[in-house]
């Protein structure tokens, strides 16, 4: 029985490293910057599934080696100083290995350039929307007590750097290739996370503060944004598209797009009149 158990435990093994290397599970194929994400992670896989292959092969051995045999008896070692030290020491090598590289992949992923345009993310039961800067470059500020049906993102109709603000609800963002994009995320009502597997790239988005992380979009297309935190009964209705195209091909859909002032012209000009 004790040897039928250890040649489940090695199929285990043997299955689950052939499940890995040939079932097509992988990654999407990137589209940004964040090789050193893909990295990380294959890294994780390597580290974990040693451990997990030493541990389970390890197990079969023990059952095998030390299966019930008539007038064998168990020896009574409650310590050993030498295994001891080496499990301490492997173990802290393991953790130190998976962990370390992802903190100099975060310090890498919150460091924006300074080039970087910004483009603000905001999360709502249950759909994205985004706002790119005008002509100032500026993105005006925005607080959620000015939100209504004519001011769906909650700008500060009063601040002149929002007038010109782009705002897009309920359609695609687009996205120049190969420039750098600060991503500002806010949210109007829960916790939300906006997730393109392409990009490498995910962040919550929270609602009272502001979140952000930064990449370059290395491949033109289209690619589908979703909410990777349960937000309630719409959550996985909650997509959006990223398109990503060439710098003139975004200019000309930026040049098409409303700003705040046209699309919400009551709130900007009693605004004004004040
Ligand atoms: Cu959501």
Redesign the pocket.
């Known amino acids: 029985m004790a040897i039928a158990v250890a040649l489940a435990l090695v199929l285990i093994v043997i299955g689950s490293v052939a499940f890995h290397l040939l079932s097509p599970w992988w990654l999407t194929p990137i589209a940004s910057n964040w090789r050193y994400i893909d990295d990380t992670i294959v890294l994780t896989f390597w580290i974990t599934g040693a451990g997990f292959i030493i541990v389970i092969l390890f197990m079969a051995f023990c059952l095998f080696r030390f299966r019930h045999k008539e007038g064998r008896q168990a020896a009574y070692e409650p310590e050993n100083r030498g295994v001891e030290i080496w499990l301490a020491m492997v173990t802290a090598m393991g953790v130190v290995a998976l962990l370390a590289p992802g903190l100099l992949v975060w310090s890498q992923f919150i460091t924006v350039p300074k080039d970087a345009a910004e483009v603000e993310v905001v ?1 709502q ?2 759909q994205w929307s985004f706002r790119l800067p005008g002509r100032d470059g500026k993105l005006g500020v925005s607080d959620t007590k000015f939100v209504d049906s004519d001011n769906p993102l909650g700008l500060n109709p009063d601040d002149p750097n929002g007038r010109d603000d782009v705002v897009i609800v309920g359609a695609d963002l687009h996205l120049p290739l190969g420039k750098p994009v600060k991503v500002l995320l806010r949210s109007i009502d829960v916790v ?2 906006f997730y393109v597997p392409e990009f490498r790239a995910k962040m919550d988005s929270v609602p009272g503060l502001v979140s952000y992380f930064w990449f370059i979009p290395t491949r033109a297309g289209t690619f589908e944004s979703l ?1 990777a ?1 349960f ?1 309630g009964v719409g ?1 996985p209705q ?1 997509r959006a598209n990223v398109v990503v195209e060439s710098e003139d091909g975004f200019q000309e859909w930026l040049r098409k797009q409303h700003t705040f002032a046209q699309s919400s012209p009551q709130t900007t000009k009693a605004a004004a009149r004040r």
């Open positions: 999360g039961q249950w939300h996370d909410c935190a937000c959550h909650m």
